[in-house]
């Protein structure tokens, strides 16, 4: 239960819009008396929104991430990525500026293929924004630690790993868990919490640590 994490932001990735489920961000944001922002990534095929909005009603489905934030969203923006020579992929860069009682929050969500050229994308955006505290990028990168697309998003755009500062020798695997296992299955790790200290410096990561990972059987 989110609840009992207390969290203040949550950062989605393929979250969907269907007909029969309702759109998945505003409905969680909606139980835990949150506000949120969504960008739909899949379907983004001509350059007429448009026409991108009719294709996804077709198809009874649009997905892509969203921001679930305690504090209010004062601004927005959604930034198409590079398809790096792959039409159909369609990939987007979430980013919200979030109003705390500390000043103004920059907080990013996304999801890419772990293609380089996408995380040059991610890196060519970020630089445009200024962070007064701390800036959030929250995403699934579909790339390893030692990748050359984190390995990038670590240099060019000075991001620092949360979960590994906190936990240097805990492998943190999050993917391809077999949803019928009752035993953990993951064996690799493309999830990222991903932090650009402030304009200023300063500031220490206190703690990082997974949530809901482990297997049970719902009642």
């Known amino acids: 239960d989110f609840r009992a994490l ?71 923006e959604a930034h198409d990525l590079p398809r790096c020579g792959r039409l159909t992929d369609s990939r987007v860069l979430l980013c919200a500026e979030l109003q705390t009682p500390w000043g103004r929050l920059q907080a990013c969500s996304t999801h890419i293929s772990g293609d380089p050229c996408q995380a040059e994308g991610v890196v060519q955006v970020l630089r445009t924004r200024s962070n007064s505290l701390p800036l959030l990028l929250m995403g699934d990168f579909n790339a390893t630690e030692q990748s050359p697309a984190m390995t990038l998003l670590m240099h060019e755009a000075g991001l620092i790993d949360t979960f590994r500062v906190a936990n240097p020798s805990v492998p943190g695997f999050t993917v391809w868990q077999w949803v019928y296992a009752s035993r953990p299955t993951v064996f690799r790790r493309v999830d990222y919490l991903l932090l650009r200290p402030r304009n200023n410096g300063g500031g220490r990561i206190l703690s990082s640590h997974l949530v809901l990972n482990t297997p049970r059987r719902l009642s």
């Open 6 to 76: 207390e969290a203040d932001i949550l950062g989605l990735q393929e979250a969907s819009v269907s007909r029969q489920r309702g759109n998945v961000a505003a409905r969680l944001a909606a139980q835990l008396g949150f506000h949120y922002v969504y960008a739909p990534a899949g379907f983004r095929l001509f350059a007429s929104e448009k026409l991108n909005t009719v294709l996804g009603w077709v198809m009874n489905l649009t997905e892509g991430p969203a921001i679930v934030s305690r504090f209010p969203i004062v601004a927005w």
